[in-house]
């Protein structure tokens, strides 16, 4: 008995000490003090466990994760925060899990938890958190390609926005998701259209809500403004899309946002920079988001902004450098797991292996279609031109003799898992074979 009141002090004692220290860190900015909030975090929680103080440890836990999206760091908590959610069954604790689990990559089992925790909360008429919920769920559906699920799932969300009796602000966020699954089907004028209508209805709302909200005005700004912005670059508006991007520029240098997030909406510029021929901008840059991405661990960003130097490589003729850079793209776009930042790179490299001459760019191609026919985007016409351009090109030899070999090619260059990817796809065709095979034969009859 003597000495379980003497753990218990321990443990209330050293809990106290680090989430002291949690809290002092937190309050600087240097990267010394961002790194110790991350340690206090993690030493904290198991004294904060120990004690059934589930709600505080879970906090410090996602506060970790937060700050360090490593797979280190996410293996380290993924078994603390799955222990918190079996001991309380709380919902909060559930979605944290689930987040984390979506940064190990563990889709399938996010989803299923989202999935689980919105029907429970709508039961329980606990509507934010089914609120909650669904916005995380619309995420993995963006990001496994399941575009036309997004965009009714943004329906239903809506639908929990009323019944929380949440604002204005949490409609036009609404919005703006929606807006985002409309872009990934191609419907830009839609977008564009939508954005000056919404842009006027932000300038009439007050900053202070009468009701409750679940987003920030701020947040709801950029996001409406990042949703047009993306729309203008992919419709060729490109003096629109550095407008409107230079707007959410301007809100975020503002609100004091971290160099991460400024670097990434300044990535926005580059393609219209490109597309307007000021190539020196453009490369400029592209190495200043390198360097920010780089030093920040983002394995999404540096798919992206290795993708664009290779863009930018081919625009000057420096195809030995594009083909490079895009090889590395790819193997952070499979690091990272979004379809869509897939396709992106395996078309890229079709495009720039094609006009090196190797005939290795029609598997290349071959990937990319099957990514899109599955996902079911407008790119897939896309996808196909160049097959037909490469089938003569190369001709019909160069081509594998089925899916398997196809996955086989593939997987000989470094990072890349096209055959794990080809399960967690939509299935609109299920035979891998039979999908090629009709691929093939519709470019065929496309010369």
């Known amino acids: 008995m003597v000495e379980?009141?003497?753990?218990?002090?321990?443990?209330?004692?050293?809990?106290?000490?680090?989430?002291?220290?949690?809290?002092e860190a937190q309050n600087g900015g240097a990267e010394e003090q961002g790194q110790m909030v991350v340690t206090a975090a993690l030493r904290?929680?198991?004294?904060?466990?120990?004690?059934?103080?589930?709600?505080?440890?879970?906090?410090m836990l996602e506060n970790a994760i937060y700050r360090d999206e490593s797979p280190e760091m996410v293996a380290l908590v993924l078994p603390l925060l799955r222990h918190i959610a079996k001991a309380t069954g709380e919902p909060d604790h559930h979605g944290i899990l689930a987040r984390a689990l979506m940064l190990a990559g563990q889709i399938q089992e996010a989803e299923d938890i989202f999935r689980s925790l919105i029907d429970r909360c709508a039961d329980?008429?606990?509507?934010?958190?089914?609120?909650?919920?669904?916005?995380?769920?619309?995420?993995?559906?963006?990001?496994?390609?399941?575009?036309?699920?997004?965009?009714?799932?943004?329906?239903?969300?809506?639908?929990?926005?009323r019944k929380a009796g949440l604002g204005a602000w949490?409609?036009?966020?609404?919005?703006?998701?929606?807006?985002?699954?409309?872009?990934?089907?191609?419907?830009?004028?839609?977008?564009?259209?939508?954005?000056?209508?919404?842009?006027?209805?932000?300038?009439?709302?007050?900053?202070?809500?009468?009701?409750?909200?679940s987003i920030r005005p701020w947040n709801v700004r950029e996001a409406i403004l990042n949703a047009g912005g993306m729309a203008a670059r992919r419709s060729g508006n490109h003096e629109q899309a550095l407008e409107l991007n230079a707007e959410a520029v301007a809100l975020k240098e503002a609100r004091g946002?971290?160099?991460?997030?400024?670097?990434?909406?300044?990535?926005?510029?580059?393609?219209?920079?490109?597309?307007?021929?000021?190539?020196?901008?453009?490369?400029?840059?592209?190495?200043?988001?390198?360097?920010?991405?780089?030093?920040?661990k983002s394995i999404?960003?540096?798919?992206?902004?290795?993708?664009?130097?290779?863009?930018?490589?081919?625009?000057?003729?420096?195809?030995?450098?594009?083909?490079?850079?895009?090889?590395?793209?790819?193997?952070y776009s499979y690091l990272f797991g979004n379809p869509e930042g897939?396709?992106?790179?395996?078309?890229?490299?079709?495009?720039?292996?094609?006009?090196?001459?190797?005939?290795?760019?029609?598997?290349?191609?071959?990937?990319?279609?099957?990514?899109?026919?599955?996902?079911?985007?407008?790119?897939?016409?896309?996808?196909?031109?160049?097959?037909?351009?490469?089938?003569?090109r190369f001709g019909p030899e160069a081509l594998p003799e089925s899916f398997d070999q196809l996955c086989q090619r593939l997987e000989q260059e470094e990072g890349v898992r096209f055959r794990e990817l080809w399960q967690r796809l939509p299935r609109r065709a299920e035979d891998g074979d039979a999908?090629?095979?009709?691929?093939?034969e519709t470019a065929r009859g496309m010369k």
């Open 44 to 59: 904290s929680a198991p004294y904060l466990m120990r004690q059934k103080r589930w709600s505080e440890a879970s906090t």
């Open 300 to 331: 999404e960003m540096l798919s992206m902004v290795f993708s664009a130097l290779a863009d930018l490589m081919d625009t000057l003729g420096r195809i030995e450098q594009a083909m490079s850079f895009e090889e590395t793209a790819l193997r």
């Open 170 to 213: 949490t409609q036009l966020g609404n919005e703006a998701r929606r807006m985002q699954a409309l872009i990934l089907l191609g419907r830009y004028e839609e977008v564009l259209n939508a954005v000056e209508e919404l842009r006027a209805k932000m300038r009439s709302l007050a900053e202070e809500s009468e009701q409750k909200e």
């Open 257 to 296: 946002a971290t160099n991460l997030d400024l670097a990434s909406t300044r990535f926005n510029d580059y393609s219209s920079l490109l597309r307007l021929k000021h190539y020196d901008e453009a490369g400029r840059l592209l190495l200043y988001c390198k360097e920010v991405f780089e030093k920040e």
């Open 435 to 440: 999908l090629l095979k009709e691929i093939i």
């Open 124 to 161: 329980q008429g606990k509507f934010r958190w089914a609120l909650a919920a669904a916005g995380e769920l619309f995420e993995i559906l963006k990001q496994t390609g399941r575009f036309e699920e997004a965009l009714e799932l943004v329906e239903e969300i809506k639908d929990y926005t």
């Open 342 to 392: 897939i396709f992106i790179s395996h078309n890229n490299r079709a495009n720039y292996l094609g006009k090196a001459g190797s005939e290795s760019a029609l598997d290349q191609r071959l990937a990319a279609a099957t990514i899109c026919y599955q996902m079911g985007t407008e790119m897939f016409a896309l996808s196909l031109n160049g097959l037909a351009r490469d089938l003569d």
């Open 4 to 23: 379980a009141k003497f753990r218990d002090a321990v443990d209330a004692q050293m809990a106290s000490f680090w989430m002291a220290v949690f809290d």
